[in-house]
């Protein structure tokens, strides 16, 4: 049996499903029709973010949409979250590091160099997200980078992206 196909969502494509946004649910749908078999992930960091969102966020609707996407994300659209070990811990942690004083992502940024770090220990091979600071970033030396430290860099694309690159 062949292994699946890894892939990576940010908080923000998970809240998107969980208010059904068209055009992330079409990519969704896309991505499990073209690569099969997938796994989508959802790795430490978006777990936390989506929970803190669920619990803290001022704003009501936001709240809704996190507590949605922790509730459906494994029965509706079988998103598997990720626990890390202690090694692979320490392992993100020093890639979120570099990551952030190589300027690539900005410093102050410093989940969004998480999600990177562990959609990359976790070998995904895509990461959807709607970010700009995960969107902008340079593939080139985000690939050499990580390189120095053995991880591969997944491929970072927004839903609309997808769509359009398969559909356009």
């Given at each position: 049996?062949?292994k699946?196909?890894l ?7 998970l ?35 989506l ?20 509730r459906l994300?494994?029965?509706r ?15 993100a942690?020093?890639?979120t ?12 940024e ?36 990580f390189r ?13 992206r ?7």
């Amino acid at each position: 049996m062949q292994k699946p196909q890894l892939v990576a969502v940010d908080t923000n494509v998970l809240m998107r499903l969980a208010d059904g946004h068209e055009a992330t649910t079409d990519a969704w749908q896309l991505i499990r029709r073209r690569l099969r078999p997938v796994q989508f992930i959802v790795t430490p960091t978006v777990l936390d973010e989506l929970g803190s969102k669920a619990l803290d966020d001022p704003e009501p609707l936001v709240r809704h949409a996190a507590a949605s996407a922790l509730r459906l994300m494994r029965p509706r659209w079988q998103f598997q979250p990720a626990d890390f070990n202690a090694v692979q811990e320490a392992i993100a942690a020093n890639a979120t590091r570099l990551l952030r004083e190589s300027g690539l992502v900005p410093y102050e940024e410093r989940n969004d160099a998480a999600i990177i770090s562990e959609a990359s220990i976790l070998n995904c091979v895509l990461l959807v997200s709607r970010d700009s600071h995960l969107l902008d970033i340079d593939h080139e030396k985000l690939t050499l980078l990580f390189r120095q430290l053995d991880l591969p860099a997944p491929i970072i694309s927004s839903p609309e992206r997808l769509l359009k690159k398969f559909y356009a």
